[in-house]
């Protein structure tokens, strides 16, 4: 098995196999949450995490030729009485096989004619701006040799190599147990937080942190809902996203919806089939140089031809989908990119989720699409329909007025007790076909309520 200072060697001469100038990467440094000495948790640059392999605050590599030179301070010798004895210069370079290993104050030398990624901290993008001599802003209007090292660090990161792949399998296998636990302690938990507290405590236990800020939710019709104080009620459906992230930063995103009771009513039941049976159809068809759009779209006429069998929607499913009134419960896309970042490199805007040439639609069931490219072995996507009733959509004048003539509304509130579901696993590409990283975590209805009565 190849060691890490191995990968990153791989990844820096695949690197300059695509670039000829040099490139100077950040960490990003730490910030108080309010007195200096008290920090939020800090999280490097994912751009630098590719290729320095290490969370090390406060650093910066410059990589050129093939070859990464190392800039950090040594720790101050007053800073071993409150976080101990830390590795030095020479030993973090040892570890990530860099060539040399130098002082931050060193790289203000070597900035001429660099080429680098905003880290989204204002203090760090104050120091890329007088390093490199130049404006560094945004990392979403890239241009000249900048735009040019993000194109060539999507192209490397858009297929995982056997050193991402066993940090995603990781994080992978540790979200799964933490659904495990999110389930078996629904049943004693009296609000949503209880649950997210069993679950975040299995990250905690292996030395993890969460990927995203946790959504565990009774009103699963708000889609990144962050509030965690409502009760569990009989009769409620949890909607769990929750992933897992390794200490150098690679990401699992996992969701599964179950009944707080323990069984799935009559209309949750059915409402569940639909949208698992999208979720099925659309890993079946995942393989290299299948487009992710038409995926998206065969969730919709899956999720479409549900809703017309159930009364809620009338019509032809293509048609429907043709018009977008699927949307109307499943607004957003299928899924997404993942890797380093929850949602991989959308730092960078659309230039990693959409092919060179395409841009986002301004169609109702299309506009939130954040991957729209050919897929490619290697690459490693979510797949996650869903089913929602957001008010918003829904008490819209004018989607009612659109849609009148296709969506039975006395039918519709015969389901009022399914706010939103949504099953979601992370899904790799495979030469011939996919692989779900996440399928030890069962999804049917019956395991899932075997699961939280088991609890």
Same mark, same amino acid.
């Given at each position: ?10 990844? #820096?001469q695949? %690197? ?20 200096p ?9 994912s751009?630098?995490?590719y290729?320095?392999? =290490?969370p ?11 070859? =990464?030179? =190392?800039?950090?301070?040594?720790p &101050? /010798? ?10 030095? #210069? ?12 130098r ?7 070597? +900035? ?11 203090r760090?993008?104050?120091?890329q701006?007088?390093?490199?001599q ?7 209007? %890239? ?14 990161r ?9 940090e ?9 147990a933490?659904?495990?636990? +999110?389930?078996?302690?629904? /049943? ?10 069993a ?7 292996h ?8 959504i ?11 509030q965690?104080?409502h ?6 459906? =949890? ?6 992230e390794?200490?150098?930063? !690679?990401?699992?995103d ?11 009513? /009559? ?20 393989? /290299?140089?299948?487009?992710? #759009? ?9 999720? &479409? ?9 009338q ?19 299928? +899924? ?6 929850v ?6 805007g ?19 699409? #954040?991957?729209?490219?050919? %897929? ?9 329909p ?6 918003p ?10 849609y009148?003539d296709?969506?039975n !509304?006395e039918?519709?509130?015969q389901? &009022?007790d399914?706010? +939103? ?29 075997? %699961?939280?009565n088991e609890?």
């Amino acid at each position: 098995m190849s060691s890490l200072a191995d990968t990153l060697r791989d990844r #820096r001469q695949k %690197l300059a196999s695509l670039i000829d100038f040099p490139v100077i990467l950040w960490s990003g440094s730490d910030t108080p949450r309010n007195f200096p000495a008290n920090i939020y948790p800090f999280r490097a640059s994912s751009h630098f995490l590719y290729f320095a392999g =290490l969370p090390l605050p406060n650093a910066a590599i410059r990589l050129e030729g093939g070859k =990464l030179e =190392l800039f950090i301070d040594d720790p &101050a /010798p007053s800073s071993a009485l409150w976080h101990g004895e830390m590795p030095k #210069r020479e030993e973090i370079a040892a570890q990530i096989g860099a060539e040399s290993a130098r002082t931050l104050s060193e790289l203000k030398h070597r +900035g001429s004619n660099a080429a680098s990624i905003p880290v989204q901290n204002y203090r760090t993008t104050l120091v890329q701006s007088q390093v490199l001599q130049r404006n560094i802003s945004s990392p979403y209007d %890239l241009d000249g040799i900048d735009r040019e090292l993000a194109r060539a660090i999507v192209t490397l990161r858009l297929s995982h190599d056997a050193g991402a792949l066993a940090e995603l399998r990781k994080a992978a296998a540790v979200s799964v147990a933490a659904h495990k636990a +999110g389930m078996a302690a629904t /049943p004693n938990a009296k609000i949503e937080a209880e649950v997210r507290a069993a679950m975040e405590s299995v990250f905690i236990a292996h030395n993890m942190t969460t990927a995203y800020n946790s959504i565990v939710t009774v009103h699963g019709e708000v889609l990144h809902n962050e509030q965690y104080h409502h009760p569990l009620q009989p009769g409620d459906l =949890l909607l769990v996203d929750v992933g897992g992230e390794t200490p150098t930063g !690679w990401a699992a995103d996992i969701t599964r919806t179950w009944p707080v009771s323990g069984k799935f009513s /009559p209309t949750q039941r059915d409402i569940y089939d639909v949208v698992l049976a999208a979720h099925d159809a659309c890993i079946a068809k995942i393989r /290299p140089g299948v487009e992710y #759009r038409d995926i998206h779209l065969l969730a919709a006429t899956v999720i &479409a031809e549900g809703l017309v069998d159930l009364g809620i929607l009338q019509g032809n499913p293509q048609d429907l989908v043709e018009i977008d009134a699927h949307a109307l419960f499943f607004p957003h896309g299928i +899924g997404h990119l993942l890797g380093l970042d929850v949602h991989d490199m959308e730092d960078l805007g659309d230039l990693a989720g959409y092919e060179e040439g395409r841009s986002r639609s301004d169609r109702f069931g299309l506009g939130y699409l #954040r991957l729209n490219r050919p %897929l490619q072995s290697g690459m490693l996507v979510t797949i996650e329909p869903g089913f929602y009733q957001v008010p918003p959509i829904l008490n819209n004048a004018s989607d009612r007025a659109k849609y009148q003539d296709v969506v039975n !509304w006395e039918r519709l509130a015969q389901f &009022a007790d399914v706010r +939103g579901i949504r099953i979601e696993d992370d899904v790799l590409v495979t030469d011939t076909g996919s692989e779900v990283l996440t399928t030890t975590l069962p999804n049917d209805a019956e395991t899932i309520e075997n %699961l939280v009565n088991e609890g």
